[in-house]
């Protein structure tokens, strides 16, 4: 039987497929369905997110999920209906309310990661649909999207408008938006809501597979073995028969989810996929007295369905279904199955939650091996050696019911825990663990405790695998607990949880065994029982918020609250990124071999055992750069950086080589598959950390312009201190961009030696330049077009260039299109991200925290390549002197070092800089026993002061805000019962703590010179093309209203509403010269004054024609008339310029304050300065984004990632 299935109502018939191939690749690459996007590959970001809808022909019932297509195999949703997002609604039948949502609540910014949240949404709504007794509440929409990463918006938006389908919202409550405004009624609010009716809007499955399913049983999976290596069984004794048939030499895969790959990237093809999740007895679930049997294959969803409404032992199996629901995100639970997680556990020492959840209820498993069914306890199991292979089978899980002895003196007791880098989820955890025990009060007090029985298990701490503490257990069992019993436990703990020798954090996980196994017994010492436990993070809302915002008429519709420029469009996933071009069939695909060594000779490259992969069809290295170009792959006003290592590599990570095959897939593979060969003879050690590069003297060169000038006389700022804080350290680590789209680039040979080129990039111009010097020809020859960007946040300006440059070298030279999407790890491997730092200092101060000197030593890594890095003293100095120290000196060094060179990363410099600020305000505050607040303030700059270390660009002393800011954010945050607040609950919370703060912000702008163009064409429709790219920050929404709001002192009929007659349209390197950098928060700003210019010489140009004909026709000229006139007359209807910044104006301060509030939930506030925004939503949208951003590489300095170590 063939593979047939439908996406989005479209059948798919398929007669022969490699079954590695996931739902991703085949919809990518064979439908035109792009709204799938890969992001991680790996089931951590949601971005290729599709609901999975089965028809079960004896129910009559259609089930819906959402799943992952990145990791699903094709071959296992043969007979299903697969809906994306474009298949909810599109342009042609209209969006879907969820979509006008989105839109609607400015819930999308660069739209990579939309139609993933769509679909999690989508998904939600149609399971409450569904399932009667499950309503949709605003606790649902937060989790409903709570697997799907945004990199851009900060969530906020994104859970209002999910929250704005749930049935107990309270609309008032929900964020800012364009569907009502401010003080309007709730009726109003919900009238203006687009409507969602479950009838209308929910898919349907299609009839034609129904049809297909009750004519032909088993349509689930069978398929034809003879022309698939996917075989599917349908009893026991059918999986016997397979697995005895195959070769003794043949690698078997059974398959369920298959999301085991998301984590470990296997590189071997399986000779025979085997589908198990169709054997009935390991699909089953079974409820009897004696407890609960789970079949291997079950999902983990439906695992913590039937545990959830299981009535004997309830109150464990409800504890671990609460505890199951935080396993990655609910897609992977859809799809993941108990039994793979086991013996991914079992065979390849994964750190499961489940394991420790059974080992903790004494679960046993059954396994299939040979022809015999063998039962063992689960610690067997995890024990067994040798691990499981193919030849064994898991086929169920046992989990017996737990009942409490009778009478009142005992309780059965169980808790779980689980601390990771994220509470709700998507995170593997630091440590997990899962408690039993059977206690007694001894009377006649009933205070004192025994322990009658108890199964501790801990995981994921570094381990082989989860563990029973055996020893801890035997020897509490039958003692009285009291704090010196439970010390000694703690002890014996101390020698079982031993996390491995490359275990990060380990000496946290070990803590937090401790701290949980105080947790579980220490109420019980205390009081003599445990408080049911409240789940905070069930009960509190996750997201909540308020904004306020000023709307102005005075230059509409600047400022007006619009709906971002093809919001809806990203939304459907029908907005078109780099990769959903459509590429032509002789396109090839590249991907990067780069060292894995910081300083070598390259004696050679080739493949593994010599044999070039399948589909290889060039390996491009530094060679083949035309005799006439140059190795270059990046280039800034500071220096260029080569395309690739020479005879010698610099860093590890730096690229070798480009090894081009027929497709993606391949030429990932064939660069895995890449042998380099390397000597380091004759070769210095590499220079890796900033010290090594003091003691070789390796320096950029710092240019005067970048490196400010220190302010007053330290030494005497030193004298003039009472108290001193001497040689304090600091250090800085690094941060990954993880823009949800990776880099990428699409190039095209053109006639007479020319190139174009497709570029995700931030600075378009630069790839331009950039491949021209590389291929050695004119810069007329070459053109690089950029639509938009998924994501950016720095990463896309200078590193996007080699990616680029490579894809033209490669059309160049093989005169074939050449296209490359870098996967998530060479992404990550060559990003280069954030400086990381060493910083030592010397503050001087007065007893009553006034600031009198600061010293500063800085040691900045910027790695092999200037990059932007000699810029770094200046941004980092920039809001450093958001203080008055009194006197300010510095030594400023960056570092050339064997490491990939460090790029601009959002707020390159400037995150630095805060942060260093505040932690010598904080060290200060905490040598004198102050409170920080208070130093804080003491040292606040005068506009004097500000003068003193801002110079020129301080303004006027009316423009210096931050003062007042500070004092009403005080009064608008309520901040001084806040702290009270925070203070009261640390006194009152031995474990808990809660933290406060205000913190200023002085932000330097600085303004770049910005081209802009617009042009009426002959139906009065106006296109306009601007230096600035849109990288999600509403540049284009922002520029169409300045050019809205420019063409209407046309002043006719008609002139006032051009807002939808107005298209931004793509960057294109030869049609607008000089883009420059879209980087700095000031592009969009740029390049609306830039539009506004455009708009002054149309207007004038305009003003002849227009008096003209309102002398003939008063009051009855309409826009689209007087367009028509001007073409008659020839008029120039196109007016293009390059804007400018005055040097008075250029750069200047802004002003911003911010509380947060941080517990294990935080509350924000945020004041910034703003004379009037082009439009507040997309501010504020773009400016909660960051905030979170900015918030969590501080809080969450070492994210795990979920990533095998390798
Ligand atoms: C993003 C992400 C986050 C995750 N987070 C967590 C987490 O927080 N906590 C946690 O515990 N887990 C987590 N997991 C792991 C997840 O639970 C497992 O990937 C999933 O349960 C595996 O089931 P599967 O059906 O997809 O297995 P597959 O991927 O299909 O199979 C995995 C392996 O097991 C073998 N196999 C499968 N079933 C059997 C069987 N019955 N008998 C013999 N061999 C078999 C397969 O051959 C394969 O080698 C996460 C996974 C991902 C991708
Ligand atoms: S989850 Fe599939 S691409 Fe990230
Ligand atoms: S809008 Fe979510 S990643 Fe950009």
Not at 441 to 450: D, N
């Amino acid at each position: 039987m063939d593979l047939e299935f439908a996406v989005n109502g479209e059948r798919f018939k398929i007669d022969s497929v490699d079954p590695s191939t996931t739902l991703l690749e085949f919809l990518r690459l064979n439908t035109p369905f792009k709204s799938v996007k890969l992001g991680c590959g790996e089931g951590g970001c949601g971005a290729c997110l599709v609901v999975l809808s089965r028809y079960d022909p004896e129910l009559d019932q259609v089930k819906e999920c959402s799943i992952n297509s990145c990791l699903t195999l094709l071959c296992s949703v043969n007979g299903c209906s697969i809906t994306t997002s474009e298949g909810l609604g599109n342009t042609k039948k209209g969006f879907h309310p969820i979509h006008k949502r989105f839109a609607g609540f400015h819930a999308s910014q660069c739209g990579f990661c939309t139609p993933g949240m769509c679909i999690s949404l989508y998904s939600a709504l149609a399971n409450a649909d569904n399932n009667r007794s499950k309503e949709f509440t605003v606790s649902e929409a937060e989790k409903s999207v709570s697997g799907n990463l945004c990199r851009c918006t900060g969530y906020r938006p994104i859970v209002d408008a999910c929250k704005s389908f749930a049935t107990d919202v309270d609309i008032e409550d929900l964020g800012f938006n364009s569907f009502w405004k401010k003080g309007e009624s709730k009726e109003v609010m919900l009238k203006n809501l687009p409507p969602y009716n479950p009838k209308d809007h929910l898919v349907t499955f299609p009839e034609f597979l129904k049809k297909k399913k009750k004519e032909i049983k088993n349509l689930d999976n069978g398929l034809d073995h003879s022309r698939y290596r996917w075989t599917t069984p349908f009893s026991v004794t059918e999986l016997h028969n397979i697995m005895d048939a195959a070769n003794s030499g043949d690698s078997l895969k059974f398959v369920v989810g298959n999301t085991g790959t998301g984590y470990y990237k296997d590189e071997e093809r399986f000779d025979r996929y085997i589908d198990i999740s169709h054997i009935p007895e390991m699909s089953m679930i079974k409820k009897d007295e004696k407890g609960i049997e789970i079949g291997a294959a079950v999902t983990i969803s439906n695992a913590i369905d039937a545990l959830e409404v299981e009535s004997k032992s309830s109150y464990i199996f409800k504890k671990m279904a609460a505890h199951m629901e935080r396993i990655g995100n609910r897609s992977i639970r859809n799809s993941g199955s108990i039994g793979g997680n086991l013996v991914m556990a079992q065979s390849r020492k994964f750190p499961s939650d489940i394991t420790t959840l059974l080992l903790a209820v004494d679960a046993s498993v059954y396994m299939l091996n040979g022809r015999k069914t063998e039962k063992v306890t689960l610690q067997e199991f995890l024990e067994l050696s040798p691990i499981l292979d193919s030849k064994r089978v898991l086929l169920k899980v046992e989990i017996p019911s737990w009942t409490a002895p009778s009478g009142d003196d005992t309780e059965l007791l169980f808790e779980s825990y689980r601390a990771a880098p994220c509470s709700i989820g998507n995170a593997l955890p630091y440590l997990n663990a899962a408690f039993l025990a059977i206690v007694s009060r001894q009377e006649p007090s009933r205070k004192g405790v025994t322990v009658d029985k108890c199964l501790l298990a801990f995981g994921s701490y570094g381990g082989d695998h989860s563990i029973r503490a055996i020893e801890v257990e035997n020897f509490l069992t039958g003692k009285l607990l009291s704090y010196s019993v439970l010390y000694e436990a703690v002890g014996l703990l101390r020698g079982i949880i031993v996390p491995g020798k490359d275990t990060s954090h380990s000496e946290y996980r070990k803590s937090l065994a401790v701290g949980f196994l105080f947790d579980f017994f220490g109420p019980l010492i205390e009081n003599g029982h445990r408080n049911s436990h409240v789940d905070t993070a069930k009960s509190l809302p996750v997201l909540s918020s308020s904004q306020q915002v000023l709307e102005s008429n005075e230059f509409q519709p600047v400022g007006e609250a619009i709906i971002k420029v093809g919001a809806a469009l990203q939304a459907s996933g029908e907005a078109v990124f780099v990769d959903d071009i459509p590429t032509l069939p002789d396109c090839l695909h590249g991907a990067f071999i780069y060292s894995t060594e910081p300083l070598a000779k390259i004696k050679s490259i080739s493949f593994r055992e010599n044999v070039t992969p399948t589909g290889v069809f060039a390996v491009l290295t530094f060679k083949d750069i035309p005799q006439q170009g140059q190795n270059i792959g990046s280039k800034t006003l500071l220096g260029p950086g080569p395309l690739f290592a020479d005879e010698l590599t610099r860093c590890a990570g730096q690229r070798i080589a480009l090894v081009v095959a027929d497709t993606q897939k391949h030429a990932d593979r064939a660069a895995k598959l890449a042998v380099v060969q390397y000597d380091t003879t004759n070769l210095e050690q590499p220079i890796l950390t900033v010290e090594d590069a003091v003691k070789r003297s390796s320096f950029f060169e710092v240019h005067p312009m970048f490196y400010p000038e220190p302010v007053g006389d330290v030494v005497k700022g030193m004298e003039e201190a009472g108290r001193k804080i001497i040689s304090a350290e600091l250090r800085l680590g690094s941060q990954y961009f993880f823009y949800m789209e990776p880099q990428t680039a699409l190039a095209l040979p053109d006639e007479d030696n020319c190139v174009k080129v497709f570029s995700s990039s931030q600075a378009p111009e630069y790839v331009h330049s950039v491949i021209a010097t590389c291929l050695g020809i004119q810069e007329h020859n070459v053109r690089v077009i950029t639509r938009r960007v998924g994501g950016g946040f720095g990463g896309k300006a200078v590193k996007s260039m080699p990616v680029a440059t490579a894809c033209a070298l490669g059309a160049y030279k093989l005169q074939r299109p050449v296209k490359m999407y870098l996967n998530r790890k060479t992404d990550m491997i060559m990003a280069g991200g954030r400086h990381p730092m060493k910083i030592t200092y010397n503050v001087g101060f007065r007893s009553d925290g006034k600031l009198t000197a600061l010293e500063l030593t800085m040691l900045i890594d910027a790695g092999l390549e200037p990059d932007v890095s000699p810029i770094m003293p200046r941004n980092i100095m920039g809001p450093l002197r958001k203080y008055d120290w009194g006197a300010l000196s510095f030594d400023v060094k960056v570092c050339k070092t064997n490491c990939p060179s460090r790029t601009a990363m959002r707020a390159p410099g400037e995150v630095q800089g805060s942060y260093i600020a505040e932690s010598i305000i904080e060290n200060v505050a905490s040598s004198l026993q102050m409170d920080v607040d208070v130093v804080r303030k003491i040292n606040l700059h005068t506009y004097d002061s500000l003068r003193k270390f801002y110079k020129h660009i301080s303004g006027d002393p009316d423009e210096y805000t931050l003062p007042l800011l500070w004092e009403k954010l005080e009064i608008s945050s309520k901040f001084k019962e806040r702290v009270e607040m925070v203070k009261e609950f640390n006194l009152s919370n031995v474990w808990r703590k809660r933290g406060i703060s205000r913190v200023p912000i002085v932000h330097q702008v600085m303004q770049r010179p910005t081209p802009g163009k617009v042009s009426i064409l002959s139906d009065g429709s106006v296109v306009v093309e601007v230096g600035g790219i849109e990288i999600g920050q509403g540049l284009w929404t922002k520029v169409q209203q300045m050019v809205a709001y420019g063409l209407s002192m046309v002043k006719c009929k008609g002139s006032e509403k051009l807002l939808e007659r107005i298209r931004v349209v793509q960057s294109d390197t030869l049609g607008m010269i000089q883009g420059g950098f879209t980087a700095g928060s000031t592009t969009s700003e740029s390049s609306c004054e830039a539009v506004r210019l455009c708009c002054v010489i149309l207007v004038e140009r305009l003003k002849s024609t227009m008096d003209q004909m309102m002398m003939e026709k008063p009051s009855s000229v309409t826009w689209n008339m007087l367009i028509q006139q001007a073409y008659a007359q020839y008029i120039n209807l196109s007016a293009s310029t390059l804007y400018m910044p005055e040097y008075s104006t250029m750069e200047y301060l802004n002003y911003g304050v911010g509380v947060s509030e941080a517990s294990h939930y935080g509350k924000s506030f945020i004041l910034k300065n703003l004379n009037q925004s082009n439009n507040n939503v997309i501010l504020l949208a773009g400016g909660s984004g960051p905030f979170d951003r900015k918030n969590r590489d501080f809080k969450i300095r070492y994210h795990l990632r979920l990533r095998k170590k390798s």
